[in-house]
């Protein structure tokens, strides 16, 4: 992203915000993984979307029109024995030169400078809750402002919810930012395809994780937007299997949900596939319903459709399937009474999707005014739906238990209707075959 790209963004926000106002916002603290050692550092997502700012210890402050400097940025000073040790900071000329700032101070100066500017604001914009010991120190020095009231001063008579303008303007994705999620979906792909050509049975769950990593590596994504989830046999009907620590069965399938995180923006791809290469009689009946579910549910996908129509395209088709392949009895069972008694839950128990971003179920409400909001243009998605029949699933056939299979792609809505960016990664039947053949 381009200093330009995030200038435009605190420009949008500002635009939104009342007059006489302050928005605040902290970077992510560093999480200790044990004793002293931290887990790797990863900015809070919407302190980065406004600032680019990669290091903690740091507060972001805009205040529109405000003559001397309506971005201020609070970090670290630069310390030459530290850097020694932890490698350079930006520092507040670098907060400056390189990342956009109007003005910067050290992180250490926030309680005496930051009240200051809190007593020529109205309004305060601040996500309370999501930074607690920051949330303290804000009402501590608004409170501070307020029994000076006899002074003159009167400082700030409102907060408002920061995150509920601030996630609108994350939800639509700018050029630049779909660029980034379409090369982040096409690092994945390529991820779940080494996975496929390289997978035998006898191997662990965990080998074709690490081949997954080391793909996305290999192009430059470095972190994973999500614990990778590598599910063999019924392992794969524990939709948050993440311990990967089983070995892989001949005639089984193996369910992969992976996507890596590149320059901050995720990616999500499932793909289910046989451990052996072939898939059987039974396990082709599964998928094909799946695989039409997913193709109904993006037929859904467009401007002008509401959130939920994908979701219900794909639960039709579910259910129809478990109504054919015996997993729900037919008689009385027609298709529109499991429908609205949601029996299909039994065996797809979750929505077809989330919105996709910095993070990998992102911000952005899914109603608005309690009604499913409408999709546009710019917004991403993921469409996954899946079928999971649990090993000890009562009153169900033999070949269809312990089998768990979903199809996971993230997809853009267009003006025309929509783009699948994950299109890559096979997930027909026969391709699928043919790539792991090459093996």
């Known amino acids: 992203m381009t200093r330009s790209e995030f200038k435009r963004r605190r ?7 009342e007059p006489d106002s302050i928005a605040i916002l902290p970077a992510s603290p560093i999480s200790v993984r044990n004793r002293d050692v931290h887990y790797p550092y990863r900015p809070d997502s919407d302190f980065y979307y406004l600032t680019g700012f990669p290091e903690p210890e740091a507060v972001a402050v805009l205040i529109p029109g405000r003559a001397q400097a309506e971005y201020i940025l609070f970090c670290r000073e630069h310390d030459e024995k530290k850097a ?4 350079p900071v930006a520092g507040q000329e670098g907060a400056v030169a390189r990342y956009g700032a109007d003005d910067s101070f050290p992180i250490t100066d926030l309680d005496e400078i930051l009240p200051r500017m809190l007593e020529q604001a109205r309004r305060v ?5 999501a930074h607690p010991d920051l949330d303290q120190r804000v009402l501590d020095w608004v409170n501070g402002i307020r029994r000076r009231a006899r002074e ?15 996630h609108e303007l994350r939800l639509f994705k700018s050029r630049p930012e779909i660029k980034v999620m379409a090369r982040a979906a096409a690092i994945s792909a390529e991820a779940h395809k080494r996975a496929m050509r390289v997978c035998r049975p006898g191997m662990m769950e965990y080998e074709l ?7 996305c590596a290999c192009h430059g994504a470095r972190a994973q937007a999500y614990a990778p989830i590598v599910g063999g046999g019924a392992n794969a009907c524990v939709l948050h299997h993440v311990d990967n620590a089983s070995p892989l069965r001949d005639g089984d399938l193996v369910l992969i949900d992976a996507g890596c ?9 499932t793909r289910t596939f046989p451990v052996n290469g072939r898939f059987s009689p039974a396990q082709r009946d599964l998928y094909a319903w799946v695989l039409a579910a997913q193709k109904a549910a993006l037929e859904k996908v467009r401007p002008g459709n509401h959130w939920d129509d994908p979701h219900q395209a794909a639960v039709r088709t579910l259910a129809k399937g478990m109504l054919e392949l015996g997993l729900v009895k037919g008689g009385k069972a027609t298709l529109a009474k499991i429908v609205r008694d949601a029996r299909y839950k039994r065996f797809y128990m979750h929505r077809t999707g989330h919105w996709l971003g910095m993070d990998v179920h992102d911000v952005g409400d899914y109603k608005v005014d309690g009604e499913w909001r409408l999709l546009e243009p710019g917004m991403c998605l993921t469409v996954e739906p899946g079928l999971y ?6 009153g169900v056939a033999k070949r269809w238990r312990g089998t768990g299979i979903r199809i996971e792609d993230d997809v853009l809505v267009t003006p025309e ?23």
């Open 125 to 129: 914009y601040y996500a309370m809750g």
């Open 417 to 439: 209707g929509h783009e699948v960016l994950s299109s890559d990664a096979p997930k027909d039947m026969d391709e699928i075959e043919h790539l792991m053949g090459e093996r």
């Open 209 to 215: 994780e690490a081949e997954i990593l080391h793909e």
């Open 389 to 394: 029949i649990a090993p000890d699933a009562g």
């Open 152 to 166: 003159g001063v009167t400082g700030p008579v409102e907060f408002i919810a920061l995150d509920h303008y601030l």
């Open 261 to 269: 995180e590149l320059d901050y923006y995720a990616s999500d791809i």
């Open 11 to 17: 420009k949008a926000l500002m635009e939104m915000m």
């Open 84 to 87: 020694r040790w932890d490698g």
